[in-house]
């Protein structure tokens, strides 16, 4: 490796072992860009949770109190268990699509690790054998009983230490435990080999108490990068190719969460890689505005190129920001590019990310009303329980069908005006989830449906709550500007359900 790099490589051979520990601080190069991305939200200093101290430089140094910062970090861990529930979409590795890639990696035995507090896994294996993490898709071979912690780090931490002709190659790991148990790791990388791989050199990131290095690889295979452990603090997988280096690619999809009735999406197209998609996630956390993660199939079908230019698509049209993007790994940059897609009415659409040189499909999605409105229910539950709650303290003494007149009777007359605020897809949802057996007589004789309405709603329907959604919702383009929470009211006034009527009552008080 030449001069300018930002880390030093080791000198030493496949092989190499404890020597390693006692080699020198390796001096950096501070020249490299200085890199941003277009997120508007930026990830302050007190950026949460288990992420690494930043590397402070002195005199071109990485300094020797930051790398023992980061490995002192999981010393920290709580040890407290989390449920099973807790293992979500932001921690659980995407799996690829690429037959190429997935028949690598058949014979080690799969385990699945406790979930500790911020994020951070812990991993009890009973003695000697591999041993392949289902969450994070890393490979452990250990010579006995031992207990493994380790959690997923940001690359962009130490952005200036990976320089060209280096590039990030997989996620980047904290892994803690006797270093003598760990005979060797396996890291995922998110690159698609094929047949290029003669072209390519891995080597793994290496950041000690004595500085950062690069040290060399034992084996690499579709999937994977091998390391013999020599330490342990934060490793990770970095390449280097005389060829194009095509990427295992995601679509990650985050609507914004306001009370306007028009549809605002972040569009993150990001690397396979856990980093990528953490630093995604916390990006969005921190931003200024509210978000709910759209749980769509995100793996492109097609690989991804640095350089290549991808449009995204929307049917039917909306507004999309920017219509076109270049390609990059954004692993080491701060903050996280995506693109802003608007459509004034919330209608189903679909998305599509094209390759502009050969107009193929890389990913799409069909993105409908149920994808969102599930999500965003809880927030409108928990603000019709906190007003129900009061209701039901002020009026102990009074009969709730007294409360219930005198507040329509409240609602029902503003300077002889009839309130016409019309009922969101969200309110109809809470509802839908509160309507029991009885809601095919609601349909028929409280609401004035059709039964042939109704059939047809059930046949293309097999979720229940769907379908009492989809009823009301066919209540509401029959009444159009009627379709208010006092019509509503007024129409299942006498149905004979508590959860029913106070949802009602929390329908006309936000009204």
């Given at each position: ?18 020597e ?13 860009d ?16 288990n ?34 529930q ?16 997935n ?14 507090s ?25 010579n ?12 962009s931490?130490?952005?200036d ?49 004595t ?13 994977h ?16 190719s ?15 969460i306001?009370?306007n ?19 995604i ?16 199939p ?48 919330p ?20 993105l ?11 927030q ?7 007003s ?9 003494s ?34 839908a ?22 059939d ?56």
């Amino acid at each position: 490796m030449s001069q300018d790099a930002g880390v030093a490589e080791s000198s030493d051979d496949h092989n190499a072992s404890s020597e390693e520990k006692d080699c020198p601080s390796s001096n950096l190069d501070t020249s490299g860009d200085s890199k941003s991305g277009e997120d508007s939200s930026s990830e302050s200093g007190s950026e949460s949770d288990n992420e690494e101290a930043k590397p402070e430089k002195t005199n071109g140094e990485l300094g020797e109190s930051s790398a023992e910062e980061a490995s002192a970090q999981v010393e920290e861990w709580e040890v407290k268990e989390l449920p099973a529930q807790h293992f979500n979409s932001e921690s659980n590795k995407i799996q690829s699509h690429c037959e190429h890639c997935n028949a690598e990696n058949k014979h080690n035995e799969l385990v699945t690790p406790r979930l500790l507090s911020r994020g951070q896994f812990l991993l009890k294996v009973d003695g000697e054998g591999t041993y392949q993490c289902m969450e994070t898709g890393l490979i452990f071979e250990v010579n006995r009983k031992v207990d493994i912690k380790y959690c997923v780090l940001s690359w962009s931490k130490y952005s200036d230490l990976i320089v060209k002709p280096w590039a990030v190659g997989g996620p980047l790991f904290d892994v803690k435990c006797d270093p003598l148990c760990l005979t060797s790791i396996q890291f995922p990388h998110s690159l698609c080999l094929g047949h290029r791989d003669a072209s390519m050199t891995f080597k793994v990131f290496h950041v000690k108490s004595t500085g950062a290095s690069l040290e060399y690889t034992v084996d690499h295979s579709a999937t994977h990068v091998k390391w013999r452990v020599s330490s342990l603090s934060p490793v990770g997988p970095v390449i280097q190719s005389e060829e194009t280096v095509f990427h295992h690619g995601a679509v990650i999809l985050y609507k914004a969460i306001d009370h306007n009735p028009s549809l605002s999406f972040r569009v993150y197209v990001a690397t396979n890689n856990e980093s990528f998609i953490k630093d995604i996630s916390k990006s969005v956390k921190h931003s200024s505005k509210k978000f709910m993660k759209i749980d769509k199939p995100p793996v492109c079908q097609k690989l991804l190129q640095n350089g290549k230019k991808y449009r995204l698509i929307s049917e039917p049209e909306a507004e999309i920001t920017p219509e076109e993007i270049e390609f990059v790994d954004g692993s080491l940059l701060k903050l996280k590019s995506y693109i802003e897609v608007y459509l004034e009415q919330p209608v189903e659409f679909k998305l599509l990310l094209v390759e502009m040189d050969s107009e193929e499909i890389v990913w799409k999605a069909k993105l409908r009303e149920c994808d969102w409105v599930q999500q965003n229910r809880n927030q409108n539950i928990s603000k019709s329980s906190t007003s129900g709650n009061r209701r039901r303290k002020r009026s102990n003494s009074v009969p709730d069908e007294m409360v219930y007149d005198k507040r329509m009777k409240q609602i029902d007359s503003s300077d002889g005006v009839k309130t016409k605020t019309l009922l969101t897809d969200t309110q109809l949802f809470n509802l839908a989830e509160k309507l029991g057996k009885e809601w095919l007589k609601i349909a028929i004789a409280n609401l004035k449906l059709n039964i042939s309405e109704i059939d047809a709603i059930r046949e293309k329907e097999d979720n229940v709550t769907i379908s009492k959604f989809k009823m009301l919702k066919k209540w509401q383009e029959k009444e159009q500007s009627n379709a208010t929470a006092q019509n509503l009211c007024n129409c299942l006034k006498n149905v004979d359900s508590v959860e029913v009527q106070d949802v009602l009552r929390g329908f006309l008080q936000e009204t």
